[in-house]
T-cell receptor, first 115, second 111 residues
Framework: DAGVTQSPTHLIKTRGQHVTLRCSPI?????VSWYQQVLGQGPQFIFQ???????GRGNFPDRFSARQFPNYSSELNVNALLLGDSALYLC??????????????FGEGSRLTVL | RKEVEQDPGPFNVPEGATVAFNCTYS??????FFWYRQDCRKEPKLLMS???SGNEDGRFTAQLNRASQYISLLIRDSKLSDSATYLC????????????FGTGTQLKVEL
């Protein structure tokens, strides 16, 4: 069975540009979360979506947005890119939405470099 | 103060050694805790959940001390393959399945 898949795996953008990152959860998983991991730090929560509805939002500016589609895949969008947005963006899926939702499974991430 | 604090290391230990990591957390309302392992330039993977009663999985033992708000991970008989970054994680009550990660502790097991 396929795990969490993310695309693209690597990308380079310049300041001010926009980026869209994509994630497909494990088959049967209805919840998708997005995390940002800056080099040398632990992942930081950005968003959680469950059944196409936003269930949680981390402390990120409005330049960050996301959505979940009927097939449970998800997109993370970042507008007006800054140098500080350079990071590994991780998508994680789980069966449900709450603390009893079970293990989070992470994809390999999309590594974004902003020049 | 960070919500989850860990010593970043690195911890350099010889093969076969026992090594212990601690982390502290600030959200006393948090109900769930985990240790995740992250290999270099890879995604985090769940190592084990942490319970107040303590839990063991082979060479790994995790413990939670709610009174002192710290979590520990003990690795016995270290293997070269244990070299990785170990992330201390708390689940946020009422936050869906939002996880708050520590910075991670780097472990290097050497011959």
């Amino acid at each position: 069975d396929a795990g969490v898949t993310q695309s693209p795996t690597h990308l380079i953008k310049t300041r001010g540009q926009h980026v869209t990152l994509r994630c497909s959860p494990i088959s049967g998983h209805k919840s998708v979360s997005w995390y940002q991991q800056v080099l040398g730090q632990g992942p930081q929560f950005i968003f959680q979506y469950y059944e196409k509805e936003e269930r949680g939002r981390g402390n990120f500016p409005d330049r960050f947005s996301a959505r979940q589609f009927p097939n449970y895949s998800s997109e993370l969008n970042v507008n007006a890119l800054l140098l500080g947005d350079s990071a590994l963006y991780l998508c994680a899926s789980s069966l449900g939405a709450g603390q009893g939702a079970g293990e989070l499974f992470f994809g390999e991430g999309s590594r974004l470099t902003v020049l | 103060r960070k919500e989850v604090e860990q010593d970043p290391g690195p911890f350099n230990v010889p093969e076969g050694a026992t090594v212990a990591f601690n982390c502290t957390y600030s959200n006393s309302a948090s109900q769930s805790f985990f240790w995740y392992r992250q290999d270099c330039r890879k995604e985090p993977k769940l190592l084990m959940s942490v319970y107040s009663s303590g839990n063991e999985d082979g060479r790994f033992t995790a413990q939670l001390n709610r009174a002192s708000q710290y979590i520990s991970l003990l690795i016995r008989d270290s293997k070269l393959s244990d070299s990785a970054t170990y992330l201390c994680v708390q689940g946020v009550t009422g936050g869906g399945n939002k996880l708050t990660f520590g910075t991670g502790t780097q472990l290097k097991v050497e011959l």
